[in-house]
């Protein structure tokens, strides 16, 4: 099996998924700490900002690799890797 799209970024990739890590643990302690629900909310649309942007990153790598390569070997693997890759996109303008 070939490298995954991202294969290049993964230490990237890991240090974001990373800093989202310590925001999550962060909300964690705001409610512990019973912070204020309009400041726990905003915490919330950072990570989830945070999350949007490796997922961007991860699917533009999937395009520019993966489905490319299905592109110019064609057929049925340009066929799956295209439908694939619209299945992916509708979950994220979904989520």
Do not use: F, N, W
Not at 14 to 23: D, M, P, S, T
Not at 30 to 53: F, H, N
């Amino acid at each position: 099996m070939d490298a995954p799209g991202y294969h290049d970024d993964k230490r990237a990739i890991l240090a974001r998924l990373k800093r989202v890590e310590g925001q999550t643990r962060g909300l964690q302690k705001m409610i512990e700490d019973d912070r204020y629900c309009v400041d726990v909310l905003q915490q919330i649309s950072a990570v989830t900002r945070a999350l949007q942007g490796v997922a961007l990153h991860l699917l533009d790598e999937h395009l520019g690799h993966c489905v490319a390569h299905a592109v110019e070997a064609g057929g049925e693997e340009k066929r799956a890797k295209l439908a694939e890759a619209s299945v992916a996109i509708a979950r994220l303008v979904r989520s």
